[in-house]
């Protein structure tokens, strides 16, 4: 049985209930958060805290919860479930919503206690650090038609819901989005980075991709082995020279592409880089 958290309860996840008049219902108007564990251990706790800090000042909801309370809660989460999910890799999502109110109004309400929900899942196995074993991604392009505050990290995921549809329909498990000036941004659920001309490249932060803290944790630990990621827009036409193209994401961590629609990244194969980052990733994750 899944334990999950719900305004100040642990329950049963199937006895979490909220109401339909919640604005994380009737608006998407909430952030989220999800957070790696690995054996009991967060990755990146600090960096994902000040985000779900962040996102909250960008809507103006009020944190309801101090970084100590958050660990408190995402350390008691992985506990009661670690049994019952029977998985070293657990992942705690946490979704704040602006809260409910019995009318519905565009504008934001007055003196409503935001809706903390939480809930704790297997994820899969990290990837192993071996070019020939590890599970390697095919993905598609496609225009990006989302808003433009990605940098949110935004319950309201619509947007990346259709375009990861996009790519799933066409038999692919992802969809690398650019935007008018046919530079990448991000991927519908992964920040993307390629190795071009014996450069390590991946789009700056802006408003048009989240502020991913796996893409943080792996420019910070290449940079402690002193390899340079370059922070620059990448071309359509760069993504489709590269030697190698990477997605990274919590679930995920460095994920090797080796098809971008249908045409092989490179020869084709898992690169030597991507070990390199990924060896790197590793030994660092736990101490930034
Ligand atoms: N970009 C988008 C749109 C995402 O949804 C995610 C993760 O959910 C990421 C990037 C990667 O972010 P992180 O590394 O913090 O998981």
New binding site residues.
């Given amino acids: 049985m899944t334990i999950a958290f719900l305004n100040g309860e642990f329950l049963p996840l199937e006895q979490a209930q909220i109401s339909p008049m919640d604005r994380g219902f009737l608006f998407g108007d909430g952030i989220y958060e999800?957070i790696?564990t690995l054996n009991g251990k967060a990755v990146?706790l600090g960096w994902?805290l000040e985000?779900l800090n962040d996102g909250l000042t960008a809507l103006g909801i009020v944190n309801p919860n101090t970084d100590d309370s958050w660990a408190e809660l995402i350390n008691t989460l992985v506990q009661k479930n670690s049994q019952g999910l029977n998985s070293d890799s657990i992942g705690v999502y946490i979704q704040v919503t602006r809260g409910t109110v019995m009318q519905r109004a565009h504008g934001f309400p007055q003196d409503v206690a935001p809706t903390v929900f939480a809930f704790a899942f297997a994820t899969a196995a990290p990837p192993i650090p071996d070019r020939e074993k590890v599970k390697v991604f095919s993905v598609i392009t496609s225009a990006d038609r989302r808003w433009q505050r990605?940098n949110i990290?935004s319950t309201s995921?619509l947007g990346?819901v259709l375009h990861y549809q996009e790519g799933n329909v066409a038999g692919k498990q992802e969809t690398i989005l650019y935007n008018d000036e046919q530079e990448i941004t991000?991927?519908?659920?992964?920040?993307i980075f390629i190795v071009h001309q014996g450069e390590i490249l991946t789009p700056p932060l802006d408003n048009q991709?989240?502020?991913?803290?796996?893409?943080?944790?792996v420019i910070e630990s290449l940079a402690r082995e002193g390899i340079k990621v370059k922070e620059q827009p990448i071309s359509l036409e760069q993504l489709r020279l590269a030697d190698e193209v990477w997605l990274?994401?919590?679930?995920k961590e460095i994920a090797p592409v080796t098809a971008v629609d249908d045409t092989p990244v490179g020869n084709g194969e898992v690169g030597e880089m991507w070990l390199k980052a990924l060896t790197c990733f590793n030994k660092h994750k736990f101490s930034l």
């Fill in positions: 999800v790696p990146g994902h985000r990605c990290k995921l990346n991000e991927a519908s659920a992964c920040n991709i989240l502020p991913g803290i796996t893409r943080r944790i990274t994401s919590s679930s």
